[in-house]
């Protein structure tokens, strides 16, 4: 090999070892997102394996939360989660991810993992938040507990028709015993006035006169 020649191959190699030693020294994240947290400054002597930055994908948020280990046969992967978080009026809706292998040994709790889009971007991190999972959904005439009659063989409620009292038996279907609401499947319909509580023992055919609560005007 001519000198010239070994100059060139020494010349190849140094640029090589430059070439590597530029690409180490840029760090480029596995993720796209947005640094969260930054551990060192410019200038800095770091070694391998030090944490140098935090990044975060603000367009999908996960969830931390905790359900009675009663509720563990209620529970299944992409189950809907329903919450509210404190700041916010909306109320956010995700899906269950991951389901912790054992409770917690201090609180008896279940962990859970939920997984919440947030491409507006709108949710930040580290919040407190509090909701349900929701294990069952259905639609139609929905009615507060205390309006369904449910002493008897069959459940019952006291609607008022042209000012008359009359008892209606009803089909029920689901119960959210978090609201007290009751889903009911036939005997109703849309608009029914019925009457709750106590106002339950008026005798059918009785009339009533239903008044409207309308707000005060302040002086």
């Known amino acids: 090999m001519s000198s010239a020649e070994a100059q060139l191959a020494d010349v190849r190699s140094r640029l090589v070892t430059a070439g590597k030693q530029l690409d180490d020294a840029i760090v480029r994240a596995p993720i796209s997102g947005v640094v969260s947290q930054r551990m060192v400054n410019t200038g800095d002597i770091v070694t ?97 507990a205390n309006a369904v009659n449910v002493s008897g063989d069959e459940p019952w409620v006291a609607r008022v028709i042209d000012n008359k009292v009359e008892r209606v038996v009803v089909k029920l279907g689901l119960r959210d015993p978090l609201t007290e609401r009751i889903q009911v499947l036939s005997g109703l319909n849309p608009g029914d006035t019925l009457l709750r509580g106590a106002a339950q023992g008026i005798a059918p055919g009785t009339l009533v006169q239903v008044s409207v609560p309308s707000a005060l005007d302040s002086e």
């Open 48 to 144: 391998v394996g030090s944490e140098l930055f935090t990044i975060v994908d603000p367009s999908s948020m996960r969830l931390e939360a905790s359900v009675p280990s009663e509720s563990l046969p209620e529970l299944r992967i992409g189950a809907p989660v329903s919450f509210s978080v404190r700041g916010y009026e909306q109320r956010f809706e995700g899906r269950i991810d991951r389901i912790a292998p054992q409770t917690d040994a201090a609180t008896r709790q279940l962990p859970i993992y939920v997984t919440i889009p947030n491409t507006a971007g709108r949710l930040v991190g580290g919040l407190y938040a509090e909701g349900r999972v929701v294990t069952a959904s259905a639609s139609g005439v929905v009615v507060p």
